[in-house]
C-alpha cells in the first residue's frame, strides 16, 4: 500500500521560505511524474508543480520563478521549495502523481500572513 507523508509546512511571513518534503512508501516512485496540489479553504485542489523522472519540471503562473519542485528517486522524496511566498499560498500542500493515483496523505499547512 502507497503511503504519502508531507512535511515542513508552517506559518511564514510574506517573502519568506518554506522547503516542503514529500516522503513515498510502499512502492518505487522513479517512473511516476510527481507533483505538488495545494488547497486553500473554501478552492478546489489544485495542481500547482509536476515533476517528470528525467527532472523536467513544470509550474502554473501563480507560482512560477518562486517555486521550485525537485526528486531523489533513490530516496523516493519529492521536494518543493517556496520562495518569496505571498499571502495567496496559504493552502493545504499534498503531493501525488500528476494523475492523483495513490490515497491522499494529510497534507502540510503552510500559512504566509504578516
Known amino acids: 500500500q502507497v503511503r504519502l507523508v508531507e512535511s515542513g509546512g508552517g506559518s511564514v511571513q510574506p517573502g519568506g521560505s518554506l522547503r516542503l518534503s514529500c516522503v513515498v512508501s510502499g512502492i518505487l516512485f522513479n517512473d511516476y511524474t510527481m507533483g505538488w496540489y495545494r488547497q486553500a479553504p473554501g478552492n478546489e485542489r489544485e495542481l500547482v508543480a509536476r515533476i517528470f523522472s528525467s527532472g523536467l519540471a513544470g509550474y502554473v503562473d501563480s507560482v512560477k520563478g518562486r517555486f521550485t519542485i525537485s526528486r531523489e528517486n533513490a530516496k523516493n522524496t519529492v521536494a518543493l521549495q517556496m520562495n518569496s511566498v505571498k499571502p495567496e499560498d496559504t493552502a493545504v500542500y499534498y503531493c501525488?502523481?500528476?494523475?492523483?493515483?495513490?490515497?491522499w496523505g494529510q497534507g502540510t499547512q503552510v500559512t504566509v500572513s504578516s
Open positions: 501525488n502523481t500528476v494523475s492523483a493515483l495513490w490515497a
